[in-house]
């Protein structure tokens, strides 16, 4: 069993940063990656944001978050980080940390309870 539980979410400001946390505990998988879910949008399939090769390091993007996002792991302390720079309004979202075989939302067997940023002025 897996369980992922996210912290570092809040409210910033258009230009921000905000560096997210997820601690995995249990198993460590092939992937761990960040998805994204923006309010009153629960019909919708959350949006891939970054993920990250557990083994080799590569990592991955979600094409608005290139540039701006930096996704990385501490395998000493297993947790995960999600650095993100530059931030704007439209990336207020609950944002969600998982663990799964490859990346993509379908790739992903476990999920943690999510941790909701704000982007407001």
């Known amino acids: 069993q897996v369980q992922l539980v996210e912290s570092g979410g809040g409210l910033v400001q258009p230009g921000g940063s905000l560096k997210l946390s997820c601690v995995v505990s249990?198993?460590?998988?092939?992937?761990t990656g960040w998805f994204r879910q923006a309010p009153g949008h629960q019909g919708k399939e959350r949006e891939g944001v970054a993920c990250i090769d557990n083994e080799s390091g590569a990592t991955f993007y979600g094409d608005s978050m290139k540039g701006r996002f930096t996704i990385s792991r501490d395998s000493v302390n297993n947790t995960v980080y999600l650095q993100m720079d530059s931030l704007k309004p439209e990336d207020t979202a609950v944002y969600y940390c998982a663990a799964g075989y490859y990346c993509g939302i379908g790739g992903m067997d476990y999920w943690g309870e999510g941790t909701l940023v704000t982007v407001s002025s």
């Open positions: 249990g198993s460590t998988l092939a992937r």
